[in-house]
């Protein structure tokens, strides 16, 4: 972390007098890993934040560990897209939805088990659909998200006539409680962060993702089984979008079309923040994590700003493409 | 880097070098190399993958710039800043992939990108210019308004020719200039090279293929590991002590011995294989303990016999059976399951998995092997992939190095892991298994390939490499325009009736009559 530090403070003046060093800062930026991007962000959002009034106020930090926890369930999943040599899914914000609403409308009906079998299985299926379409047919991975999103909010406007879905029979108290003072949220994003990285690490599957995701031509000529491990990867992905999708319709007690909205971008630039490149085969979940909490504190920290929602975007999105550009300097 | 002003040459010489040396991360490509050229003169520039013959090219072409050394053109000491430079300097490459404009003409192509062209080029003068370019080249009946789409590569190639003439190039590069061509374009650019000659205009002719050496240089300079090993007559060398310069050790010492009588049973029988467009009929017998070899040249469908055979090619038909039991063509999974192992000849995108470390890619297909439930034990994945490097002579200290970082010979190594440690004898299929591989480890790889046999590996290798051929065979095959020529054993295994079989297979026929 010192050493990004120093790069940082030391390198910028000198890159300033000779395009020379710019070039010398560029590699020794690559060389020091993604890592140092992360380190540097974080170095420069807790200053940032100490000079926020309210930011380690106790609301201030619960409302920030519950709002990251949505993002960053559907971002663990997108980080298996991602590794997997598929870029990114832009429909895992509409199965977080559509989970949401999945789970209030079987909640009312056949009780809470079941209503989150449902969203679970809702959520993985239409992820599965998409990968089905991807390694089957081979289908490009960014188009077919595109698509299942634009056909999802097609299909759930009628269906649910544009209405919020209200649950009408009691849920369990323990969903809404709090493990030692964190939010319930937060406790299933870290289980669903931990179950993402231990799939990468400890998993046939995982090794498998880094495979495929590095040289689909090089894993196909291996034998291995390139497209059961791409349905496996977005069946998780759904499933993880899918939690989110919960946890938004408990802590909310309601069923949106409209949750879910930005996720997708915010979990890519989660992502990408975090260091996991887009041309796949690297990455971890762990980094997510990383990312997910710069992007969530960039947030927090804009709206005790008094920035409005617009400049989150804005902000998000140049932090986005910074490191984007940082991160493949000189590799091409 | 400063200029150091040269003598002055003896008269004639055109390019005159001085230890130059270039390194890449402390690694040296090429080592204090020096080389001179007289006007006239075609030199060709022999070497492995690897000797620094592209490094070399590049300093000239001011692509990359040299370490340490000096580069003195007409007598004159010169820091080659980039292409231009070079070019304005007297320097001209025809590079592996041509670069010119298939939807202008030749015309065009001729003056696109040259620095004396002005906005417009359809001056007369330039006109004539290009037409005196390529009536030297004895293609003045070529219409300059052609376009370039409508031309075969080996035209192209002239045409490029043309182009560096027209700007007055002084020395010509070719950087294996036949690799894409047909035998009737090989000689027409043969022809068109002694054109430029009798100019007094000078070449450099890099390339694999020794019959064009012998053919068409007067004088030929050897690389080996970045250094420069000899430079001589052409009519100084013989074939074989040309290979020996090159590999820097003799020949003999290259080639594990043979098989001997075989005691293994069963193989792969392979019965009218056909991939539509690509070859028909293809039959061979692969018994466990041999190595048959595929020769055949690019375009010849010999690579593809080995693809269709480890399921990567969809539309493949035909009777195949691994030790009596059928195997379904079309499925690399059916294909695995019987324990045929595919080795590309394209190892960056299709062998290793550049981006992971030595130890995935050593582990990559036995995952399921070693996993419990679909859990995988790290320590345990981790002693195996250390044990399965060590066979095949990988130190494990580059184990948990990314693969990208390994040279040609230790990724091709890392391939080869696969095969070892199965619980029975396999099948190998092996496009081209030592292409880009340096001297060294292509003896291990030999050895290795070797040591399948003897375990009772069946083993299929394609090769354009008539020196591999013949010394790595027990049973060879040639292959011509997608069909099956010939099949030669023991002694019949020579080098001259394959290359007669894999480039005029009609005259070959006709010596068997």
């Known amino acids: ?332 | 880097m400063s200029p150091v002003p040269t003598e002055r040459n003896a008269a004639g010489e055109v390019l005159s070098i001085h230890g130059l040396s270039k390194a890449y991360g402390g690694i040296p490509a090429l080592r204090d190399v020096s080389f001179s050229l007289a006007a006239g003169e075609i030199r060709a520039i022999c070497g492995e993958n690897g000797a620094g013959k592209s490094t070399f090219v590049k300093m000239l072409m001011g692509i990359i710039t040299p370490d340490a050394g000096t580069i003195a053109v007409n007598g004159t000491a010169a820091v080659i800043r980039d292409v231009r430079h070079a070019q304005a300097l007297g320097l001209g490459l025809v590079a592996q992939e041509l670069s010119l404009a298939p939807h202008l003409s030749i015309f065009d192509n001729i003056w696109l990108g040259s620095a004396e062209v002005p906005l417009l080029h359809r001056t007369a003068a330039l006109r004539e210019r290009a037409a005196r370019a390529m009536a030297m080249l004895g293609v003045a009946d070529w219409s300059l308004d052609q376009r370039v789409a409508a031309l075969s590569l080996g035209q192209r190639q002239i045409v490029e020719i043309a182009r560096l003439l027209a700007r007055d190039a002084k020395v010509l590069i070719l950087d294996e200039p036949t690799a894409t061509l047909s035998d009737i374009e090989i000689a027409r650019l043969m022809t068109v090279l002694r054109a430029v000659r009798d100019q007094g205009r000078s070449v450099i002719y890099i390339s694999h293929r020794l019959g064009e050496v012998f053919d068409l240089c007067d004088s030929v300079t050897v690389l080996r590991n970045g250094e420069h090993a000899v430079t001589g007559k052409v009519a100084s060398f013989t074939r074989e002590s040309l290979i020996e310069a090159m590999l820097g050790r003799s020949l003999q010492d290259m080639y594990p011995p043979k098989a001997g009588p075989s005691h293994h049973i069963g193989g792969l029988r392979v019965k009218d294989l056909n991939v539509p467009g690509t070859f028909t009929d293809i039959s061979i017998e692969a018994p466990r303990g041999q190595i048959v070899c595929i020769a055949g040249q690019i375009g010849s469908g010999a690579t593809a016999v080995t693809r269709a055979l480890a399921g990567l090619i969809e539309d493949a038909s035909g009777d195949v059976s691994v030790d009596g039991r059928a195997l379904r063509l079309g499925w690399v999974r059916d294909a695995v399951a019987e324990d045929i192992m595919f080795i590309t000849d394209d190892r960056a995108s299709e062998g290793v998995f550049l981006a992971l470390s030595v130890l995935d890619n050593a582990v990559a297909t036995r995952l399921s092997d070693y996993s419990h439930g679909g859990l995988i034990s790290r320590p345990q994945l981790r002693q195996i992939g250390a044990r399965l490097a060590r066979q095949v002579g990988i130190a494990e200290r580059h184990l948990h190095a990314q693969a990208r970082t390994l040279s040609g010979g230790n990724q091709q190594k890392l391939v080869f892991a696969r095969a070892v440690e199965r619980t029975r004898p396999g099948v190998l299929l092996m496009n081209e298994p030592t292409r880009g591989i340096d001297v060294g480890a292509r003896a291990d790889i030999y050895r290795l390939m070797r040591s399948f046999c003897e375990a009772g590996y069946a083993l299929i290798m394609t090769s354009s490499d008539l020196e591999e051929v013949v010394g790595m065979a027990d049973v060879v095959y040639t292959m011509y325009r997608g069909q099956m020529v010939a099949r030669y054993a023991g002694d019949a295994i020579a080098m001259p009736r394959i290359l007669r079989d894999i480039a005029h297979p009609d005259a070959s026929r006709e010596a068997a009559a």
């Open chain 1, 1 to 332: 972390m010192s050493e990004a530090q120093n790069m940082l403070w030391t390198t910028l003046p000198a890159a300033a007098e000779r395009l020379s060093g710019i070039r010398a800062w560029a590699a020794s930026r690559r060389a020091a890993a993604r890592g140092g991007t992360v380190a540097g962000l974080v170095a420069l959002l807790a200053v940032i934040a100490l000079f926020t009034p309210g930011a380690f106020a106790g609301p201030a930090i619960l409302s920030f560990l519950t709002s990251i926890s949505f993002i960053g369930c559907v971002a663990i999943g997108m980080t298996l897209i991602t590794i997997s040599g598929n870029m990114m899914s832009f429909s895992l914000g509409a199965t977080t939805a559509g989970s949401a609403l999945v789970y209030v409308a079987a909640l009312n009906h056949y009780g809470f088990w079941f209503a989150v079998v449902f969203a679970l299985a809702f959520g993985a299926l239409m992820s599965v659909a998409q990968g089905a379409l991807i390694a089957l047919a081979r289908a490009n991975p960014i188009i077919v998200s595109i698509s299942t999103a634009v056909l999802f909010y097609g299909a759930a406007q009628p269906a649910t006539k544009g209405d919020t879905f209200y649950p009408s029979v009691a849920q369990p108290d323990w969903i809404q409680a709090q493990l030692l003072g964190i939010p319930a949220a937060f406790v299933a994003f870290v289980g669903v962060l931990l179950l993402g990285q231990a799939l990468l690490t400890f998993t046939a599957f995982g090794r498998r993702i880094f495979l495929v995701g590095n040289s689909v031509p090089a894993a196909r000529a291996a034998g291995l089984n390139v497209p059961l491990t791409l349905l496996g990867v977005y069946a998780w992905a759904g499933l993880f979008a899918a939690v989110a999708g919960l946890m938004l319709a408990t802590h909310y007690n309601r069923g949106s079309i409209d949750f879910g909205t930005g996720y997708d971008y915010s979990a890519i630039a989660a992502v990408l923040v975090g260091g996991t490149p887009l041309s796949g085969g690297e990455g971890s979940a762990w980094r997510t994590f990383a990312g997910v909490l710069i992007i969530g504190a960039v947030q927090v920290l804009l709206l005790l700003h008094g920035f409005r929602q617009e400049w989150q975007y804005l902000i998000t999105g140049i932090i986005v493409l910074a490191v984007i550009v940082l991160n493949t300097r000189g590799r091409g």
